[in-house]
């Protein structure tokens, strides 16, 4: 289960807020997509969860364990998958592994086995001796996404996973996001991919100039708009200028909304 | 073919338009490290970052005239000593020839081939012998920038011989000429090497090869230098300079790589008209250079770059089964961390160059010192009627009277101090173990990362590279000396100490101060910065053996305390400091390490 209670997060000193004051909650045993058009603080919420930023205010918990008085114990816990795939490029594949499976401490036992089963199942088996700088963008995510399954932790916070990858690898990912939470465990990830997330998604938040804007199931969001158009109008309605919820006037309101809605749940 | 090479032609109009994109930053993929690409530093903003970058633009700008300054003082004591302004132009074209031959190939390549953004100027409609000469005229400013540093030796001695100014002009004129022909000279040759050659097309073996080459240089010049520097050396290499150009083979391959430079006796010390004509003729040797280069450019040029861009590519083995669980096998997290961060090392031509050749660089300069200075010292000894073994007896019975209660042992490890104080400059490996990981830093902020652990092994590497040779040598040394064993182990007691805490000084401070945003690891590793930063680490060398120091001098110079006293509290000094750094560094640096962001 995640945790956020009241977060913000200021890079400026406070002059302005990245993430503002933001709750929710997100239960073992479902996955929770999180939408949010360019800037609008998806990335900086799923580092602060991550533990790679520390939050200006407000706490995070992760299974019941503080990310900030905690860190290397939540951490344990997760994997995390961020939004560029250009990591520790000059190892080869194997090694990377490797490396991933020593700092979760993986045991002997498994790690091969378990190594072997995501190279063949993401179609790697034949890179993992070559450099990961020598292979395209849609093959590091792919390494990416591996490392972070290696270490099978219970909460998995992905940012931006779909990009890049091939159909198949697309619909292996969101095969593991289901088996995870029908495991009971949990999973948060970001798109800008609205069908990916109208598909797999338990529920939805929406996020826009760091704030929560909606959180919900797909269909409580139709009801609310009483629309039956896609998630992606529906999107666009709610993270246009012009929506009942943008605006500072409005912040109060959202705020109410997006706490009834967690709580409704 | 003939199409593409017809579309190559030259516009005058887009080559304005590509020097001015070029000059404002550009990226390149200098993969030495040695500081040849010209990646621009991000502009710096803010009250303190301006005033970091003033003061490294000055201090930049400084040790810029102190080696002018040097150079000039050298040309003035050739003049001095009766060597003549063309004996010393030719000292400076002959260095500006070796140099540009040996580091200017890489050089050329990294400024035309190596650019991150050529992939994107293809996709542009423009030919590629305007992006060439528009990739040459930056290349050759720069390259221009740092030859002029050679120039001074040339005018110091004009100022000792007194010459007129007229002189002083034509001699700049004809070392501005020499450096432009030398530069297009390794154009020309590069064009084709780049076009046909399969190790240009592998970048990191092409840099490591010419790391290699420049680590051979350093350590030729290094050695050199301490033997031209004495008696009338460096009048010897003037004077051999000016024989190079006197005529046979030497005068051929001259001639072929820098053609202006046969004609400077004409411009130095004939009349004016003379000078005038060498002048012109200089010109027209860069002017039929320069068609040249534009006739090979516009034929291999092109070809060469779309070459490269899709070269690399590499197909590995399957690793399955139990090769598998093999090279997966479980491991600490310092032996996770040193295995990445080796494999890092190794792997970046850049820092394979900069940190783990050129810290064996100076064990390695040690030896040829010993060794060549051993071979002087026989060589005059046996002149002087002593055998070697004779020699060694002599200097055995001296390190005999090495013990405990003896000012001579407490002298020798004032020395160690001064040698450790001198290592200072690779402390540099320490310093920049974390900046190395760059973004990957904030990959590893997400994992359950065990900082200590990753800066132990930070520490590990640079040490086994720089100290561990060193305590090699020494420990030869002191056998092969005959140094008494307690005297000798106390003495590699106090190198350890000296090298330890200034290692885990440096790497403490790297990590407090880590610079993490690169573009790419050349940006890391050279330019002004990173000079300091070497420089730098002669002052933390200074901090850690300040207080042993004292102990030692304390009984050496002012007599207040016994030997044995001053020598043990210097050990003890260093063991103190040593376990206070190493909880320092594992402790709150490590802390630091945990909650750094972006």
């Known amino acids: ?265 | 073919m003939a199409r593409a090479t017809a579309a190559q032609g030259f516009s005058w109009r887009q080559f304005k338009v590509m020097l001015r994109v070029i000059m404002r930053g550009e990226q390149h993929l200098d993969s030495t490290g040695m500081g040849f690409g010209d990646d621009s530093a991000k502009r710096r903003t803010g009250l303190w970052g301006k005033l970091g970058s003033g003061a490294r633009k000055v201090a930049m700008g400084f040790l810029f005239l102190l080696l002018a300054a040097m150079f000039f003082m050298m040309g003035y004591m050739l003049g001095e000593f009766g060597t003549a302004p063309y004996t010393a132009l030719s000292l400076c074209v002959v260095c500006l020839v070796g140099l540009t031959v040996l580091t200017g190939l890489y050089q050329a390549v990294n400024i035309l081939y190596f650019v991150r953004d050529l992939g994107y100027y293809l996709t542009l409609p423009i030919s590629a012998t305007t992006i060439m000469w528009a990739k040459l005229a930056h290349f050759l400013g720069m390259s221009l920038l740092g030859d002029l540093i050679l120039l001074p030796v040339g005018l110091g001695c004009l100022l000792a011989n007194g010459a007129a100014p007229g002189t002083w002009v034509s001699m700049t004129l004809a070392f501005v000429l020499c450096a432009v022909a030398v530069n297009l000279a390794l154009v020309i040759v590069c064009v084709p090497i780049m076009r046909f050659s399969r190790l240009a097309s592998d970048k990191d073996r092409f840099s490591r090869v010419f790391g290699g080459l420049i680590v051979v240089l350093a350590l030729v010049i290094g050695v050199g230098s301490q033997f031209a520097v004495q008696g009338d050396g460096l009048a010897s290499l003037a004077s051999g300079s000016e024989q190079l150009l006197a005529g046979g083979v030497p005068a051929v391959v001259m001639g072929v790589l820098c053609p202006p430079s046969l004609l400077g006796r004409f411009v130095v010390e004939g009349g004016a008209m003379s000078a005038i004509a060498g002048l012109l003729g200089m010109l027209a040797c860069v002017a039929v250079y320069a068609a040249i280069l534009t006739v090979v450019a516009r034929r291999w040029y092109f070809e060469g770059v779309q070459a490269l861009q899709g070269a690399g590519g590499k197909r590995g083995r399957r690793v399955e089964g139990a090769e598998l669980t093999r090279a997966t096998r479980t491991r600490g997290a310092l032996a996770a961390n040193l295995s990445r961060d080796w494999k890092t090392m190794v792997r970046v031509p850049v820092f394979f160059n900069q940190f783990v050749l050129s810290s064996l660089l100076m064990p390695l300069y040690f030896i040829v010192i010993m060794v060549v200075s051993g071979a002087v010292g026989v060589s005059q000894a046996s002149e002087a009627g002593l055998s070697p073994a004779e020699l060694l007896e002599m200097a055995r019975s001296l390190t005999v009277l090495l013990t405990f209660d003896s000012p001579a042992l407490v002298w020798c490890a004032v020395g160690v101090l001064v040698f450790g104080l001198f290592l200072g400059f690779s402390s540099y490996s320490f310093t920049m173990g974390v900046s190395r990981d760059g973004e990957d830093f904030f990959f590893m902020r997400g994992l359950p990362m065990d900082w200590s652990a990753y800066l132990a092994s930070k520490f590990v590497s640079p040490f086994a590279l720089s100290t561990v040779p060193m305590l090699v040598v020494i420990a030869v040394a002191l056998v092969v000396l005959g140094v008494p064993v307690a005297s000798g182990i106390y003495l590699v007691g106090i190198y350890l100490g000296a090298t330890i805490s200034l290692g885990l000084l440096s790497l403490g401070l790297g990590a407090l101060f880590p610079r993490l945003t690169w573009d790419n690891e050349a940006q890391l590793v050279k330019g002004g910065g990173a000079t300091l930063m070497v420089f730098a680490g002669i002052l933390v060398g200074a901090v850690v053996m300040a207080l042993p120091a004292l102990s030692l001098l304390s009984c050496v110079l002012w007599g207040i305390l016994a030997a044995p006293v001053a020598l043990g509290l210097s050990l003890a000094i260093f063991v103190v400091e040593c376990a206070a750094l190493v909880w320092w560094v594992l402790g709150p640096c490590a802390r630091h390490l945990s909650r750094l962001e972006r």
Request: overall charge negative; charged content about 25%; hydrophobic content about 40%.
């Open chain 1, 1 to 265: 289960m995640i945790r956020i209670d009241h977060v913000s997060k200021s890079y400026d000193g406070g002059a302005t807020n990245a993430v503002r004051d933001l709750s929710l909650e997100i239960r073992s045993g479902e996955i929770f997509g999180l939408l949010g058009p360019n800037g609008a603080g998806k990335s900086t919420l799923l580092n602060m969860l991550a533990g790679v930023l520390a939050p200006s205010s407000g706490t995070i918990e992760l299974d019941g364990i503080n990310v900030v008085s905690n860190p290397l114990a939540a951490k344990r816990n997760l994997c995390y998958v961020s939004d560029s795939p250009d990591h520790l490029l000059r190892l080869k594949g194997h090694e990377f592994l490797r490396f991933i499976a020593d700092v979760y401490e993986v045991p002997d036992a498994v790690r091969a086995e378990r190594i072997a089963s995501l190279a063949r199942e993401y179609g790697m088996e034949g890179e993992l001796d070559n450099q990961i700088q020598s292979y395209s963008h849609g093959m590091r995510q792919k390494m990416m996404i591996m490392g972070a399954l290696l270490p099978d932790p219970a909460i998995w916070i992905l940012d931006e996973p779909m990009t890049g990858l091939d159909p198949k690898a697309s619909w292996l990912l969101k095969q593991s996001m289901r088996r995870h939470a029908d495991a009971g465990k949990t999973v948060l990830f970001s798109t800008h991919v609205l069908d990916v997330a109208e598909k797999v998604v338990d529920r939805v938040g929406v996020i826009a100039h760091g704030e929560l804007l909606f959180v919900g199931t797909v269909d409580e969001m139709r009801e609310h708009f009483k629309s039956n158009g896609s998630l992606e109008e529906m999107f666009l309605e709610l993270t246009s200028d012009n929506s009942p919820f943008a605006g500072s006037g409005e912040k109060d309101h959202a705020s109410e909304k997006s706490a009834s809605a967690t709580e409704a749940r």
